[in-house]
């Protein structure tokens, strides 16, 4: 159901709820939102002031209705929203809406917080489908900071009920929520999803958001509304600053901006509405001029356009990468953590991701790959994979609006994948092959993007949202594709004014020198109207053939970025070429090893190993080099004469060295090294990772390979995981006294499952003695002493 | 409210609470991390006047006594902070480790600064203020979290949000209860003895005090 937004007034939503209820003299301490059970008579008579006052669509009183907010109150989520729905109701003819209220949850989402995207979603769900069962008209969500809640909740109320949904968000003065969310990537995600309107309400009045509403309203194409706080509230009597005539005033610049609906959030009162309604009177809506379709997607707090060229980094893809791929295999999702945050730092404005690799449960690998990577980096992402329950699992728990990759011309594609496409608002590579394959020529590759379009625009996806992909092909096998792939670029840019991908590096497989095929060919395409290249970041090569690019198309203004990037080239040269001069002759020792380590010197270390592989095996560098330099360290730090944070640069160094060795077995299908498996956790309730972080790295360098849970980790994840790798040590880590229990209970459930399985502890609030009271075998005052539980575990 | 930062993190704070004792191979990338740690903080702060109620433990009431009213005040540095820390994890743990360090100490700077400010809030007939008092220290419970935030409205006003167990998130945040009288207060902080941590505080351990 859509909601029937009159275009030929500007609806008035109500005021605010909380200020009513004080001056009726409910004080601090008491849950609002119970009152519509225990005393709905007020409630129903606060709402009929804002009916009689000329509100056409009411709130309910669910704000803070949610599983967590009525905990200890002695009711139920859907009691409470039952009972709101009915006193709003009672108070409303037939010519005002009710609108079943969701806010937010109280708890912040992962990664920042502890609460799941699904327990959120059903949080929402069951205020939502009891708002609809008791007879809301439709649904609002409001003052949302954070864009991952406001896409649980909107597929939770488009889910599980058929009401129109409004949504509004709430920001600074820096057009930023506390989360860092901004007006573009509420838009994308929202526009996306098929939201009703969208809107901004609370934190600031009406002078301090409009210039927010105005960079809204030229965004979106969406009916728009806004719902000030009455001014800023003095911080000693909580009286807000604007009185109802100033509210009023200042509400009727909004009239021009084309706003479809006006209402006052707290500090507001049906004296606000009464004036709002007279200021009104005899005002129609203003039409906005709708603002050019772009090709957007966003992260939660990062949103990409693509109107200058758009580097998508290719190298989190395993196939024929043998360290990626048995990363992946091995649950080492650090590794991919770690692609994803060096491709963002390497300049990458998109991440692809994709966990194709043979035999995999790729439904489930793909969103915790989602998952991971998009706690440590807010760069957009591209879920590439055929598989639509994967690309619907991994698009469900994204947080933002995402690329799919891709959709193509066969049937079968088609109709798996647009619908999920559609669903989840994301955008997708339009792939111009179909079922007898990649056509030869431009125009054959041409009819299947415009196949592709149609049936898009058929499932609701718009033209904008699809970025066609005409498919690069080994110019070595063909020598005159590379021309046709150029005109299908051309063509589809130009005749159906779609976006435009390549995967450029496809172009030279088999010949020399592919660097400079590569980046010829992308400068080709580029001029051909290419706006995004699937590439390494890391290419810089690439990376200078876009800027220069761009400067020569007179997209970089002012030629800024080109400048920026290479002003210092000249500079950074001279004084590398002056550092090398002056490097240790010790490279491929021993005390080179050491020395490199002590410094907290990753690029050192590597140089270091890569010296010793020339005349040792990876076992030799690892068992006479590499462990006993650490060893060293690790000496020097228990004597108390090296410190944390120079042993821990040197664990960071060494991890560099180790990585060299991993990376030469991968790729040579030798077995790794790897001493045994432990799975290291934060447990269920507390949330302090570093010392758990700082014993993961610690230990990955002694050879062992560390399984990391993460933080607020449930005790049967981690039964689940030692008993799906027969794992024989289980790492605890706790910080807070209140969450030792949570520990105990770990302990006990590991032990349930593998008496055989060691526990060792460690946290700021354990001992000895309390460790062996709740059933741990080691307890671990600092890292070491964990290498030492762990040595004396795996008999190393 | 928006609170402005130090322009330096307390070095000698950063590197005893990174257990270090000189700066040795540590001076740029601390300077990396403070950039960095002020470049991604949206510190901000609220607080309000409370009537004085019934709260659990000795320690709150010696604090409190001789006192009129109280401020409940929150502040924090914001979630840019702890995905820093994240993101920084994920490829060089010894930098996340500085970031993490760093944070806490600039986030006590934070809540120094904030609170020096609430002098000039306090009323005329009652001019005199306590120090900070936070729950989960001494012998006030963790769980007093959950109702100071509520009525500061936290999450509405600065983004601090508490989770089922009672801890801050955004990570670096800090709440506390502040005395006010119209006589001047010391406030009180709790001692060992009547500290919930007395068995198992690290500090103790090594003969040291958090006070």
Redesign the interface.
């Known amino acids: 159901m859509t909601l029937a937004i009159n275009k030929n007034k500007i609806m008035l939503l109500d005021g605010g709820m909380g200020t009513m209820l004080q001056k009726h003299g409910v004080g601090p301490g008491t849950v609002p939102e119970v009152l519509s059970i225990e005393q709905p008579e007020l409630i129903t008579a606060i709402h009929r002031e804002y009916v009689e006052a000329g509100a056409d669509i009411i709130y309910t009183n669910t704000f803070g209705v949610n599983k967590f907010k009525m905990e200890g109150t002695g009711y139920t989520a859907g009691q409470a929203a039952d009972a709101a729905v009915k006193a709003a109701k009672a108070a409303c003819g037939e010519n005002t809406l009710v609108a079943i209220d969701l806010g937010p949850t109280g708890k912040l989402l992962e990664p920042m917080g502890t609460l799941s995207f699904e327990d959120a979603y059903s949080c929402f769900a069951e205020v939502a489908a009891q708002g609809e069962k008791s007879g809301a008209d439709l649904a609002v969500i409001e003052t949302m900071t954070d864009l991952y809640e406001v896409k649980a909740a909107v597929l939770a109320v488009k889910e599980k009920t058929s009401l129109p949904v409004i949504v509004s968000m709430t920001f600074g003065e820096d057009g930023r929520t506390f989360t860092g969310c901004g007006i573009e990537e509420m838009t994308a995600l929202l526009e996306g999803l098929h939201a009703d309107a969208i809107g901004i309400n609370c934190s600031l009045g009406p002078d301090e958001i409009f210039p927010l509403a105005e960079k809204l309203c030229a965004e979106t194409v969406l009916p728009v509304f806004i719902k000030p706080n009455a001014g800023l509230p003095d911080p000693q009597t909580g009286e807000y600053a604007i009185n109802a005539e100033e509210f009023s005033a200042a509400m009727e610049k909004y009239i021009d901006l084309g706003v479809s609906m006006i209402g006052g959030c707290c500090g507001t009162s049906p004296e606000y509405t009464k004036n709002m309604k007279a200021m009104l009177a005899g005002k129609s809506p203003v039409k906005r001029t709708a603002p050019e379709p772009k090709t957007i997607v966003c992260s939660a707090t990062r949103s990409v356009t693509f109107d200058r060229t758009v580097i998508i980094g290719e190298r989190m893809n395993p196939t024929g990468k043998p360290r990626l791929k048995e990363a992946i295999l091995n649950g080492d999702y650090g590794y991919v953590m770690k692609l994803a945050v060096l491709q963002a730092e390497q300049g990458a404005d998109i991440l692809d991701v994709n966990a194709g690799i043979p035999g995999i449960d790729e439904a489930k690998v793909l969103p915790e790959l989602i998952r991971k990577i998009q706690s440590v980096t807010d760069v957009p992402l591209q879920i590439d994979s055929g598989n639509p329950e994967a690309i619907e699992a991994a698009l469900r728990i994204y947080n933002g609006k995402a690329i799919v990759n891709s959709v193509n011309g066969t049937e079968k594609s088609l109709a798996a994948i647009l619908p999920i496409v559609r669903h989840y608002g994301a955008a997708a590579v339009a792939l111009t092959l179909d079922d007898s394959g990649i056509p030869p020529t431009a125009e054959g590759r041409f009819t299947v993007a415009e196949k592709i379009v149609e049936r898009a625009g058929k499932a609701g996806i718009k033209p904008c949202d699809l970025i066609a992909d005409c498919l690069t092909l080994t110019v070595s096998a063909e020598q005159k594709a590379a021309g046709e792939t150029l005109r299908a670029v051309r063509l589809v840019k130009e005749k159906l004014g779609l976006r435009t991908v390549l995967g450029v590096s496809n172009i030279s497989f088999g010949l020399p020198n592919r660097p400079l095929v590569n980046r010829t060919f992308l400068t080709m395409a580029l001029a051909n109207g290419l706006d995004s290249a699937i590439m390494d970041p890391g290419d810089e090569g690439m990376k200078g053939a876009v800027l220069a690019y761009e400067l020569l198309a007179a997209k970089d203004k002012n030629a800024e970025d080109y400048i920026k990037a290479y002003q210092d080239t000249a500079a950074e040269e001279k004084k590398e070429s002056s550092a090398g001069s002056s490097a240790a002759d010790d490279t491929g020792t021993f005390e080179g090893v050491f020395g490199s380590l002590k410094r907290g010197l990753g690029a050192e270390t590597e140089a270091n190993v890569n010296a010793l592989l020339e005349t040792n095996d990876e076992i030799t560098v690892i068992n006479e080099y590499l462990v006993p330099a650490l060893d060293r360290i690790g000496k020097a730090f228990e004597a108390g004469t090296l410190y944390l944070p120079q042993m821990m640069q040197a664990a960071v160094a060494a991890q560099a060295g180790f990585e060299v060795i991993k990376k030469r077995l991968a790729g040579s299908g030798k077995e790794r090294v790897s001493k045994g498996d432990i799975v290291v956790a934060t447990v269920k309730g507390d949330i302090h990772d570093i010392g758990k972080n700082i014993v993961r790295t610690i230990m990955e360098n002694y050879g062992y390979n560390v399984i990391d849970m993460g933080r607020d980790v449930d005790p049967a994840v981690i039964v689940e995981a030692v008993r799906e790798r027969n794992v024989k040590l289980v790492g605890l880590s706790a910080l807070m006294t209140t969450t030792l229990g949570s520990m105990k209970e770990t302990i006990d459930a590991v032990k349930a499952t593998d008496p055989e399985c060691r526990v060792m502890v460690g946290g700021a609030v354990l001992t000895e003695e309390y460790a062996h009271e709740i059933g741990a075998d080691y307890y671990c005052a600092d890292a070491m002493r964990s290498v030492e539980a762990a040595n004396q575990v795996f008999g190393a | 409210m928006i609170i402005e930062l130090p322009a330096e993190i307390d070095r000698d704070a950063w590197l005893g609470r ?4 000189d700066y ?3 001076g740029d ?1 601390l300077a990396k991390a403070e950039a960095e740690l002020l470049r991604a903080s ?1 510190p ?1 702060g ?5 009537d004085i ?1 019934e709260m659990p433990g000795t320690a709150i009431k010696k604090h409190l006594a001789g006192c009129r009213k109280m401020i409940l005040m929150g502040v924090t540095l ?3 902070v ?2 820093a ?3 920084a ?10 970031l ?1 360090s760093g944070a806490s100490i600039l986030i006590e700077q934070a809540a120094d600064i904030f609170t020096a400010k609430l002098r000039d ?1 306090l ?1 005329a007939d009652m001019p005199y203020m306590t120090g900070r008092y936070s729950p989960g220290y001494g012998d006030l419970p ?1 769980e007093m979290q959950d ?1 100071l935030a ?2 500061i409205d936290a ?2 006003r ?2 601090l ?7 801050m ?3 670096k945040s800090i709440t506390a209860i502040i005395g006010v009288s119209d006589r001047p207060v010391k406030g009180y902080l709790a001692v060992c003895s009547e500290c ?2 007395r ?2 505080c ?1 500090l103790r351990k090594t003969g040291r005090t958090c006070g």
């Open positions: 990174l257990g270090a004792r040795e191979g540590l990338r949206g901000r609220t607080f309000t006047f409370s109620y914001g979630p840019g702890d995905a820390i994240r993101s994890a994920a490829v060089d743990m010894a930098y996340s480790l500085f993490d809030e009323p963790l109702g509520a009525r999450q509405r600065i983004g949000t508490i989770s089922e167990t009672h801890l998130i955004p990570r919930t941590l068995d198992k690290e």
